[in-house]
């Protein structure tokens, strides 16, 4: 399960591809829809990483706060 880290906050989610998009490589841009396990404070413009298994494995801004 991906570990998503803003700020000073860590949380568990989950993500699906907005798109035709299967694969990202580095430097690609991808549209995710994250589905938190916790509720965190977020706004728009918010930076935050993804890391798997002790490694980042991504990073990106937060678009749009659905709920």
């Known amino acids: 399960t991906p ?7 860590d949380v568990s989610g989950s993500t ?6 299967e694969m990202a490589m580095p430097g690609d841009g991808v549209t995710l829809h994250v589905t938190l396990q916790s509720p965190v404070a977020l706004t728009h413009g ?3 990483a993804i890391r798997e298994g002790g490694k980042t494995v991504g990073s990106g801004v937060v678009s749009k706060v659905l709920a």
């Open 3 to 9: 570990q998503f880290f803003f700020r000073t906050s």
């Open 16 to 21: 699906s591809v907005v798109g035709e998009s």
């Open 46 to 48: 918010d930076h935050f």
